[in-house]
């Protein structure tokens, strides 16, 4: 399997914080990769270099071949990555359809012939709202296509990010704490749909603290603790890694003065 | 949507089902009916009222309701509440002044240079913009009215603007009972054509990203919405429309000085009349502006006393930002609604409100009762 998303030495510093020193990770093509760590180990912080949310200081972030380092996010997205945000954001005063159709906007400015593309067209083509319905079938939340957002509860919002970053076909989602804040009756229909979309193709990269999530669902999940991507293995290696214990629960030299 | 429907079948007479469907089916209608009688008699209306008084009351009043539509085009779809506004109106009234100066154009001819204050408004608004829409709200506000500032000082101090004695307008030869008639048409079809423009671009791929960009600005980056690129492009249509307002103010009055060149009463009546009427909405500033400016005009000529209608208008502002800052549109929407519904509130359907009211779970499969999933224990 070749590797899809990659970084390369990545370094970023806050002030004096040093949120991430060296870290390199990668994502096979086609696999569902887990980002886990302690709060502060700089997940979301590598989420934030690679979709374009932050410059880094040193390192590069590679897409296939590509290198995409310090791209905006607009552009980060046009190469196929998306993500969502660890506090759900949603369109609030665009109707659930609008939202979706924000999402296709980049696919459907670039079909066709650009030159001569019509800048006032109606949003959302027929073609495009089909597909919204579709993806919006597929998560549960179509009855709402034309609420307000803003409408929606806290769990519907998750569906809804979740559905409108499928709308350009990524090759890579983002998912930062897919599982954070949301019924556990909820966190199984997530990890359902995730599980359906990468049988399909996608690739996914989740950052989440709720394990059985992860181990339940990740080929390959990597920790990060202080900015450096300690160890990477399948759930069962790492389920047993003394790495992992000691970035969540303390160094064993810690146990041993206590 | 027609979730409301459905719960009306039990009792269902010809008439509530006629009531139930008639939202969806009459909101556009309903415009069209609106806007089609509003222009109507917005053309009759210097043919019937000939006080000229009156019709120039009407010039002013077309003027800020072409302003407020292009003010809301850009603040009110962005929600980038710019009070940078008669940067535009004073750099379209310069340049057809300097231009009818340097080459000695008199009489109907200036009227030709109109397109170029679209134009020199529009090279104006590129700069300003790539400047005051790297920051947001509250910085952006202080950044716009910082660059209004700078071109007032301009105004009074470059050789080319004629410093404080400003610049006169070229001779119209015209009868005076009929004079403002011309100006009146002209502000009406800028109205017109500005709002029409509005209505466009809300519905568009364009206008929708703007709304992106309004609700969730990093959000809609991440979406692929080039947002310097879409907001530039906003910032500049509204400021080409507002830089043709002020040309045609400026051959009505005949003159443009610095201070009512860019004056900043200007920036915020265009803001106060989209508040006033319902900000980011389509009807908002055109409603805001026909009621306020008549309303501002009326109460100078009774009060003859300046300063008191300043005050009001003060006032006035502060009473629709900290009251009703959602604006009239809006909120008399909700009252009709409320009205129109409140058949089905008494009937405690709980179907009535399903998408308002957030439902305890998730939808779709996720829906049933959450028994304990199979999952292990945290």
Known sequence: MSVLLRTQDVCKTFGGVQALADCSIEVEQGSIAGLIGPNGSGKTTLFNMITGYGRVDRGDVFLGDRKITNLPPDKVFGHGISRTFQLTRVFSRLTVMENMIVGAHYSERTQGVRRFRNPLARAGGPATRQRAMDLLEFTGIADHAGALAETLSYGQRKLLELSYVLMANPAIVLLDEPAGGINPTLIATIADRIRDLNAQGTTFLIVEHNMDFVMGLCDRVTVLDYGNAVVSGSPEVIRSDHRVLDAYLGTAEDDDES | ?378
Do not use: C
């Not at chain 2, 309701?65 to 085009?73: D, T």
């Not at chain 2, 009807?283 to 008191?308: F, K, M």
């Not at chain 2, 003060?314 to 629709?320: A, N, P, R």
């Open chain 2, 1 to 378: 949507m027609s979730a409301g429907a459905s719960p009306d079948t039990g009792r269902a007479t010809g008439i509530s089902r006629w009531r139930a469907a008639r939202p969806a089916l009459s909101q556009t209608t309903r415009g069209w009916t609106v806007a089609a009688v509003l222009l109507v008699l917005a053309v009759i209306f210097p043919q019937v009222i000939t006080n000229q008084v009156a019709t120039q009351i009407g010039v002013d009043t077309m003027l800020f309701v072409a302003a407020a539509v292009a003010w809301n085009l850009f603040s009110g779809f962005t929600g980038y509440i710019s009070l940078g506004a008669a940067v535009f109106f004073g750099t379209g009234a310069y340049t057809v002044g300097i231009a009818a100066l340097h080459w000695n154009i008199t009489g109907d001819a200036e009227f030709a240079l109109l397109p170029l204050a679209a134009l020199a408004a529009g090279v104006v608004a590129v700069p300003f913009g790539l400047i005051a829409l790297r920051v947001r709200r509250h910085t952006f506000v202080v950044i716009t009215i910082a660059i209004f500032f700078i071109f007032q000082l301009m105004a009074f101090n470059l050789n080319i603007t004629g410093g404080s004695v400003g610049i006169s307008a070229p001779f119209l030869t015209w009868a005076p009972e009929t004079f403002n008639n011309p100006f009146y048409y002209m502000a009406l079809a800028l109205a017109a054509g500005a709002a029409v423009l509005a209505w466009l671009i809300r519905g568009s791929r364009f206008g929708l990203q703007l709304r992106a960009i309004r609700d969730d600005e990093d959000r809609a980056r991440g979406l692929g919405v080039r947002a310097m690129r879409v907001k530039l492009a906003a910032f500049v249509i509204s400021g080409m429309v507002i830089g043709l307002v002020g040309a045609i103010w400026f051959f009505f009055i005949g003159q443009v000085l610095p201070q009512y060149g860019f004056d900043p009463l200007f920036d915020l009546s265009v803001a106060l009349m989209t508040f006033f009427g319902g900000f980011g909405t389509l009807w908002g500033p055109i409603l805001g502006a026909l009621i306020l400016e008549p309303s501002e005009q009326y109460l100078t000529l009774r009060v003859s006393n300046s300063y008191a209608s300043e005050l009001v208008w003060g006032t006035l502002f502060l009473l629709v930002i900290l009251f009703f800052s959602r604006g009239v549109i809006p909120i008399v929407g909700e009252w009709m609604t409320a009205w129109r519904t409140r058949g089905q509130r008494l009937a405690g359907q709980p179907a009535a409100d399903e998408a308002a009211a957030p439902g305890p779970a998730a939808p779709g499969p996720a829906q049933q009762p959450s028994t304990p999933s199979g999952r292990s224990a945290r």
